[in-house]
């Protein structure tokens, strides 16, 4: 099990921060989808990604070429450190852009792991990305 200790040294990074927040609006993304609206090589999202899941914070699940990230149960909805990170993130302008990006690349289609999504899926990502702005 991880230590208390171990979750908060994997919350005290921005970009690690960056990626939780966008795992908490969309409950599916690739490395490639980060690396996308994140603007950051693949390496480094890959690394935080890693650190992420040793920590239990993520968990990956590899489809085809893609590698598909989510949060861990550690982290589902209603638990409450999921709770208590959506109200630090709130306002965050990092994390708002983070989430301008996702919904441009919704728009352009380039999210790959919601490409084949069905249309309420993605109707519900946009709600939550919407009340956020």
């Given at each position: ?128 990305c919407c009340r956020?702005n």
């Amino acid at each position: 099990m991880t230590s208390l200790v171990q979750i908060f040294e994997a919350l005290a990074d921005e970009n690690r921060l960056r990626i939780i927040n966008l795992l908490v609006l969309v409950p599916d993304l690739t490395v490639a989808d980060l690396v996308f609206v994140l603007d950051m090589p693949q390496t480094r999202v890959s690394r935080h990604l890693g650190y992420l899941k040793a920590r239990g914070l993520t968990q990956s699940e590899r489809r085809g070429t893609w590698m598909h990230y989510r949060t861990a149960p550690l982290l589902e909805s209603g638990t409450a450190l999921r709770t208590s990170l959506q109200q630090l993130f709130t306002g965050n302008t990092t994390l708002l852009g983070d989430v301008e990006r996702l919904l441009e690349g919704l728009d352009e289609g380039k999210i790959a792991a919601l490409k084949d999504a069905p249309a309420h899926e993605i109707e519900q990502v946009i709600q939550k990305c919407c009340r956020l702005n």
